[in-house]
């Protein structure tokens, strides 16, 4: 964690809710060390041929602007208002009744005003109103318009990077106005002049090269995945044997890179390994791994929705080249809101496969007959439900789990009970957290949309506090320590911040659980857990 | 409109717009062809001869209602029955001896305005019609 | 004293000052009576339709409901068919509770800090009921106008005048007298209301600290508007017929503006104003509400395709341009290839 990040204690009573004695035009931003990403590398942006790549640094006066930086802005704007229904609403009928500020889990970490939803959309609708509307035109600042300056542009870069797009807001906005909406716009007009962070743009390149975030080459994925073979054989005591890229495999995989590359996802990406297998040796499951699409997250979302359709676009190519029939997805956030709200209109239609079917108990995925994928959690609850998984609980006895709803799957797709329904089901321990932060009103893991970086590590505790409180209450109340969720994100920034805010309580996926609990055909007695954990009974005390 | 690009959604919005413009004009084509001036009162030759009432006659168009309430007031409360106008001049406080005395075409007099501005005066339900005519 | 406040507040005088002294003084009549009302009215439906058109002029590229609630996946898992609807008759029901009941606001929860301990989130229902009544009683209001409009009166309009004066509040001194005519519920449940909504937004400081003067604007031209018409109502008194024979000239297009009391003109001339501001400003959610893309589409993007109007051919990184980059180590780690290599070094 970083050096210069506040302790606990103390970044805590830093906290006030007070508003500015200036009003929020006349204050203008200070960016803060600890509470932004880097720029973006140029090489990164150069790669996937986005414009104006440069070095710059946030901190220094000058960023190196193009020349008619402001033009370009005005341009991309209108197209964008062209573009976007939901822009023009968004940016037109937003009364200011407050009812967003305190949803944004940055607000109640930060208590900066303009971390309140209202005021992020007004940084860009002040600049709308005074470019686009007649009112903004003829009363300026009484309307609430202003002009794009420099100054301006820097705020919108400093929060547009403050927001994860997370929709919370969005729930309790009585017209719908959707501060993520706004966010990936805002995001995207930035991207036309250079601005972007590097923990978006470096994991973008790459995915576009490799087929993955984090730039592993094919040998090296599957050197990967080999590595966790090895290590569930010396658990289970059974070979788990992965397939890649195997043209005419009934089913095509993909999760989010990251669960092959870091603590706790590796032992949710070794829980489908052994899943998988099980599948295979009871029912004849035929599922195979794709290097070329080896990255179920897409940080071209956070870029732009071009970007995102580039980036997306390998699914369904890679499903076309293997001839699979439908895609099964592995545990990810945005990534689903990309498959269930974007994927099949950017990328589609999809008709080259079936409508997903699972082999093994029949069940005809109707929900998904377009777009041909299924998540993970919808696929597992129905083994569970149909009874095929054979299960020794009594495994995550040590175990007292709650589960945090990732935003995407619960906002932009509505996945509220079928991880519940799998929890409940592999683990005895389950305890939700209080109603107010769960399924549609959960709040973020504070580093989605592309802010799980390192150096931004005060906003990501700032924007992580909300959830991690509800956690310590389930900890002090129940003993909860266990964090679930079905997102890659979510596990590679709750460890920091449950070391940070609740230390007692470790981060896991959703198949990791699952995969504890199986019993494989012909496994060992088994000892420890994926973590290479004593599991519970088995302690000698 | 303004510019000629397309419109999305099209059956949906100008059918929401329709409606939305239907209902706002709702006056002007509920009204179409109607001539709808203040109905005419006739004043009984009582109270032709009358000449003034109990306040000057614009007064009374606007505020007879209240004046009605304060006499009710001053009668059932305050046991007092003789209002004095500005010009000093007595009168019985009373709605069915002294107003309906003189107006004693409620239908052609109260009715006629009170319809017009759609109001129900409750005064009625105790004051029955032209109480003088049927006594 | 905040000046975003004050502002409007002297804005509303100042419309308060033309109109009265424009009719007491310099007797402009037919100008507030006649020409400046029709002009608002124009406006008012133009400008609405062209705001309704401009946002209908952009598609919505994508499917972006917020889901509030479970999805339709497996057969056993009961769908919150109101709050993430896969089908449009749910999408009929969550619009109708969301522009009817407010529904999005019903939720509002406000946060509290407690200096960092367990932080809580407490179902907060006063704005809720502040908007609620607001707009209810101002359709109210609305509605009850229509007796002006209107010769014959619509029986359901007299019944709709029965149950607002259902209340026989009365009260009577040597000075005041209330009760006759009898006392509208709406008009004085839609100043309280306004008064709240004024106050909420002068004294929360977070919502103090995100309006703008066009914030305020609005409520004190509204509260003008409602202050105006109780006035006349109850204690300026105005002669009802008179002005009723004015607003049916005014839409048959026979008007002759009558010579009663600036106060009605001053009440006239606001709700002009604010019938020519309304498309202009973000009063224009009541129209805005309707087109919410996360509000309006069923959650159905996996199982029926939807599609982009601007859907454009992108660059991407082929699986051939991928496998002719990794070639080598892909064989050497034995991962299948579409083209071995070639034996002059690939």
């Known amino acids: ?541 | 409109m303004a510019n000629h690009k397309k419109m999305y959604d099209k059956r949906e919005v100008v059918a929401g717009l329709v409606i939305f413009v239907l209902i706002i004009t709702f006056p002007f084509w509920y009204n179409l062809g109607k001539a709808a001036p203040a109905p005419e009162l006739e004043l009984t030759p009582t109270a032709k001869a009358a000449k003034t009432c109990v306040l000057p006659k614009e007064e009374m168009k606007a505020g007879h209602m209240q004046l009605l309430d304060i006499w009710r007031e001053k009668v059932v409360r305050e046991g007092n029955r003789i209002y004095v106008n500005k010009s000093g001049k007595e009168f019985t406080m009373s709605l069915s001896n002294t107003c309906l005395d003189c107006h004693s075409n409620k239908d052609k007099f109260c009715d006629r305005c009170h319809d017009y501005a759609s109001v129900s005066p409750y005064c009625w339900d105790c004051h029955v019609d032209n109480p003088k005519e049927e006594k | 004293m905040n000046s975003k406040y004050m502002f409007s507040l002297v804005m509303v005088i100042l419309l308060f000052l033309i109109a009265y002294i424009g009719v007491e003084v310099a007797g402009l009549y037919r100008l507030f009576g006649i020409f400046i009302p029709y002009l608002a009215a124009f406006v008012f439906v133009v400008g609405f339709v062209y705001r309704v058109v401009y946002w209908a002029q952009s598609p919505v590229p994508f499917r972006i409901p917020t889901t509030c609630g479970q999805q339709r996946s497996l057969p056993w898992i009961r769908p919150a068919s109101l709050d993430n609807p896969s089908e449009n008759s749910g999408v009929v029901i969550r619009m109708f509770l969301e522009i009817v009941f407010f529904r999005s606001l019903f939720r509002n929860l406000r946060f509290n800090f407690n200096k960092g301990q367990k932080f809580s989130y407490e179902w907060e229902k006063w704005l809720w009921l502040g908007s609620i009544l607001f707009h209810w009683s101002f359709f109210t209001v609305v509605i009850r106008h229509l007796r002006f409009f209107t010769e014959p009166v619509p029986l359901c309009l007299q019944w709709l005048e029965k149950a607002d004066s259902f209340l026989r509040l009365e009260f009577v001194t040597d000075f005041v007298q209330i009760g006759l005519p009898g006392i509208f519920m709406s008009g004085l449940v839609l100043l309280a209301a306004l008064i709240y909504l004024l106050l909420r937004r002068m004294w929360i400081p977070q919502v103090n600290y995100v309006s703008f003067a066009a914030d305020f604007f609005p409520l004190f031209l509204i509260i003008g508007i409602a202050v105006s018409g109780i006035l006349m109502r109850y204690f300026a008194k105005t002669d009802i017929v008179g002005i009723k024979e004015f607003t049916m000239g005014l839409v048959t297009f026979h008007p002759k503006a009558p010579e009663v009391s600036g106060i009605f003109y001053v009440h006239l001339f606001f709700v002009s104003v604010l019938l020519a501001y309304f498309p202009f400003s973000k009063l224009m959610h009541f129209g805005g509400v309707f087109l919410s893309p996360t509000r309006n589409l069923a959650n159905n993007s996996r199982a029926e395709r939807h599609v982009n109007p601007w859907n454009y051919p992108v660059k991407i990184h082929t699986y051939e341009a991928y496998e002719d980059e990794f070639r080598e180590k892909m064989i050497e780690a034995g991962l299948p290839v579409e083209k071995e290599l070639t034996t002059n070094g690939g």
Request: with cysteine.
């Open chain 1, 1 to 541: 964690m970083a050096d210069d990040l506040p302790k606990a204690e103390a970044l805590i009573t830093q906290i006030d809710h007070k508003v500015p004695q200036t009003g929020w035009m006349d204050t203008p931003v200070t960016i803060r060390k600890g509470m932004y990403c880097y720029a973006s590398n140029p090489k990164s942006v150069e790669y996937v041929g986005l414009p104006h790549a440069r070095s710059w640094n946030p901190l220094e006066e000058d960023w190196k602007l193009p020349e008619n930086w402001q033009e370009i802005i005005y341009q991309g704007f209108r197209e964008r208002l062209d573009r976007f229904r939901s822009l023009k609403i968004f940016m037109d009928i937003c009364v200011r009744c407050g009812a967003c500020a305190d949803k944004c889990h940055f607000f109640i970490g930060t208590g900066d005003p303009k971390n309140m939803p209202v005021l992020r959309a007004e940084l860009l609708r002040s600049v709308y109103r005074n470019d686009f509307t007649l009112a903004g035109k003829l009363l300026g600042r009484v309307a609430g318009a202003r002009e794009m300056t420099l100054d301006v542009l820097k705020e919108w870069w400093y929060y547009l990077f403050q927001c994860t797009e997370c929709r919370r807001c969005s729930v309790f906005c009585p017209y719908g106005i959707d501060t993520a909406e706004i966010t990936i716009i805002g995001r995207e007009l930035l991207n036309l002049i250079g601005l972007n962070i590097d923990w978006i743009a470096t994991p973008v390149a790459n995915c576009y090269r490799t087929g993955n975030h984090l730039g592993i080459q094919p040998h090296a994925f599957k050197d990967m995945l080999d590595f966790f073979q090895e290590d569930i054989e010396d658990i289970t005591g059974v070979d788990v044997e992965p397939s890649f890229n195997r043209k005419g495999a009934d089913i095509l995989f993909i999760t989010p890179s990251g669960d092959v590359f870091a603590d706790p996802g590796t032992y949710t990406c070794m829980g489908y390994m052994m899943l998988f297998h099980y599948l295979k040796e009871r029912y004849g499951f035929d599922i195979t791994w794709s290097t070329y699409a080896s990255e179920g997250g897409n940080f071209g979302f956070f870029t732009s929705h071009e970007t995102m359709k580039r980036l997306n676009a390998k699914m369904y190519a890679e499903a076309k080249r293997l001839g699979v029939k439908w895609i099964l997805g592995g545990e990810c956030g945005h990534m689903w809101r990309v498959i269930n709200q974007y994927m099949d209109t950017m990328n589609g239609p999809a008709d080259f496969m079936e409508e997903p079917v699972s082999p093994i108990t029949g069940t005809v995925f109707e929900n998904a007959r377009s777009t041909k994928m299924v998540h993970i959690a919808e696929f597992l609850a129905d083994l569970i439900k149909h009874d095929k998984l054979e299960l020794d609980v009594s495994r995550n006895d040590n175990l007292k789990v709650t589960f945090h709803d990732s935003c995407n799957p619960a906002r932009g797709m509505g996945l509220l009970d079928e991880p519940r329904y799998v929890l409940q089901n592999v683990c005895r321990h389950f305890y939700e957290m209080p109603a107010n932060t769960i399924r549609e009103n959960t709040f973020c893991c504070g580093g989605g949309a592309g802010l799980n970086a390192g150096e931004d590590m005060e906003l990501r505790m700032c924007g992580g506090l909300p959830r991690a409180n509800a956690v310590r209450h389930v900890h002090e109340k129940h003993g909860v320590n266990m964090l679930a969720c079905v997102c890659a994100i979510d596990r590679a920034v709750f460890p920091a911040l449950m070391e940070y805010w609740v230390p007692e309580v470790d981060v896991t996926g959703l198949t990791e659980l699952v995969a504890n609990a199986l019993i494989m055909p012909g496994e060992k007695e088994r000892d420890i857990d994926l973590r290479g954990e004593s599991l519970s009974g088995t302690e000698e005390e």
